[in-house]
């Protein structure tokens, strides 16, 4: 059997996900997680065979939950499912270890197989993303992902540069330069850009 633990704060679709996965005969569905923070909980007790997460999630996001699996539990296998059709959420994605990328809107037997295919060692990405996903590489730095990320919520330069543990200069020119990377009059624009591309 292939243990599997949902990470999903729709409890309709986890629900749903869940049990749709338990009809199948090779999967055990062993726990479901409203955010993040309580999924890498039940990861650490529950040492599942893959883990299945959706990005967007409260407490930490499901990327931020495949980076903590890879570094606590090795063994465990990530798989991406989202409502984001963005190849810059993908590359982020298999950046943090997540070995599968699915769209929610996919046939529940898709599910089934990427979880079997994860487990024996193989990817399974969204065909039309993995195509399209390297001609989409974020211009921005790690840096600047996150003071854009910070700025995002409408923190002053101040509150990130204290956030971040960095001088409010440097922060401007972080945001100075993500703003002409991306083309934007100011912060929000630029961060909301950077969001629909599936770099923050």
């Known amino acids: 059997m292939i243990r599997v633990l949902l990470a999903?704060?729709?409890a309709l679709v986890l629900g749903a996900l869940s049990a749709l996965l338990s009809l199948e005969d090779d999967l055990d569905v062993v726990g479901g997680a409203a955010n993040g923070e309580t999924a890498l909980?039940?990861?650490?007790?529950?040492?599942?065979?893959?883990?299945?997460?959706?990005?967007?999630?409260?407490?930490?996001?499901?990327?931020?939950?495949?980076?903590?699996?890879?570094d606590s539990l090795p063994a465990t296998r990530v798989i991406i499912v989202t409502?984001?059709?963005?190849?810059?959420y993908l590359r982020r994605a298999?950046?943090?270890?997540?070995?599968?990328?699915?769209?929610?809107?996919?046939?529940?037997?898709q599910l089934?197989?990427?979880?079997?295919?994860?487990?024996?060692?193989?990817?399974?990405?969204?065909?039309?993303?993995?195509?399209?996903?390297?001609e989409a590489h974020s211009p921005l730095t790690e840096r600047e992902r996150q003071v854009l990320a910070e700025a995002e919520s409408g923190a002053s330069t101040a509150a990130i540069?204290?956030?971040?543990?960095?001088?409010?200069g440097t922060v401007r020119n972080?945001?100075?330069?993500?703003?002409?990377?991306?083309?934007?009059?100011?912060?929000?624009?630029?961060?909301?850009a950077a969001r629909e591309k599936g770099w923050l």
């Open 41 to 70: 909980e039940l990861a650490l007790t529950l040492c599942p065979d893959v883990l299945v997460t959706d990005i967007e999630m409260p407490r930490l996001s499901g990327l931020d939950l495949a980076a903590k699996v890879r």
């Open 94 to 109: 298999l950046e943090v270890g997540a070995r599968g990328y699915l769209l929610k809107d996919a046939p529940a037997a």
């Open 112 to 134: 089934a197989d990427a979880i079997r295919r994860v487990q024996a060692g193989g990817r399974a990405i969204d065909p039309n993303l993995a195509e399209s996903a390297w």
């Open 83 to 88: 409502t984001f059709a963005r190849s810059g």
């Open 8 to 10: 999903e704060d729709q």
């Open 174 to 192: 972080y945001l100075s330069e993500a703003m002409g990377k991306l083309g934007a009059a100011g912060r929000v624009e630029a961060a909301r």
């Open 161 to 168: 540069a204290h956030s971040l543990k960095l001088s409010e």
